[in-house]
């Protein structure tokens, strides 16, 4: 028995070592690869490139709805972090290996738009990584409103609109600033899979996507329950 605890002992010592050691490969991977990304497209030229379309709208000229929709949505803990999001990667990892399925991802709204930015066809360990490093650097240099602006203003919404004026004229044909709560709800839950969830494509898979926006912002206390059913219900009207 004790020679048996013993090789136990030493099984898990040596796989935590090893796991220690592919670690520290995939950080300095990652960094090398957000390094890399910085000095062939700084940082700051990506921003400047997107202030300056004409589409570009800030989340300060949108309904306050289509914002609390979005952090509920896609990070509800966006102000408690710095760009990454400890408990929301343990909490991901967490609910993966209890369902065996890798449906959740744990990233933030600002390693999203890290990637985005950056590495929207690299889905290396070293790239997640990069992500963070990307993510951190966000943060810092333009601070968590602006980080909404940008990823508003970059993310896909389904049928070819990539930006939120793009998204708000091409569904509902109107300017973003006059979507109604409906209209918002709906949108800040597209893009968690523009694919599926593009109303001109799966309408019914987008209901039932809208559906858990409001759950969740009724979950995190942007909504009452009975708001959100007059939100729900905003569509028969």
């Known amino acids: 028995m004790r020679k048996l605890k013993k090789v136990l002992f030493w099984a898990l010592m040596t796989l935590l070592a090893a796991l220690l050691v592919a670690g520290s490969v995939f950080l300095l991977q990652g960094y090398r690869l957000y390094k890399s990304a910085l000095e ?41 972090h710095k760009g990454v999001d400890p408990i929301g990667i343990a909490r991901a990892l967490w609910v993966d290996l209890t369902t065996w399925s890798l449906r959740e991802g744990g990233s933030t709204i600002t390693q999203q738009l890290a990637k985005n930015l950056y590495f929207p066809q690299n889905n290396s360990p070293a790239r997640k990584i990069a992500e ?22 970059s993310i896909y919404y389904g049928s070819g609109y990539y930006c939120i004026y793009d998204a708000a004229q091409g569904y509902f044909d109107k300017e973003p600033a006059a979507l109604t709560a409906y209209e918002c709800t709906l949108l800040a839950g597209i893009p968690n899979a523009p694919s599926v969830y593009a109303p001109t494509v799966n309408p019914d898979l987008a209901a039932q996507r809208h559906g858990q926006v409001l759950d969740k912002m009724v979950r995190n206390g942007y909504l009452t329950q009975e708001e959100a059913e007059e939100i729900q219900n905003e569509k028969d009207l």
């Open 132 to 153: 963070m490093f990307m993510a951190f650097k966000l943060e810092r240099d333009y601070g968590k409103e602006v980080v909404l602006d940008l990823y508003i203003n």
């Open 40 to 80: 062939e497209d700084p940082l700051a030229e990506k921003v400047a490139a997107i202030q300056s379309r004409a589409s570009y709208v800030t989340m300060a000229e949108l309904p306050a709805i289509y914002k609390d929709a979005v952090i509920a949505a896609e990070d509800h803990r966006y102000y408690a």
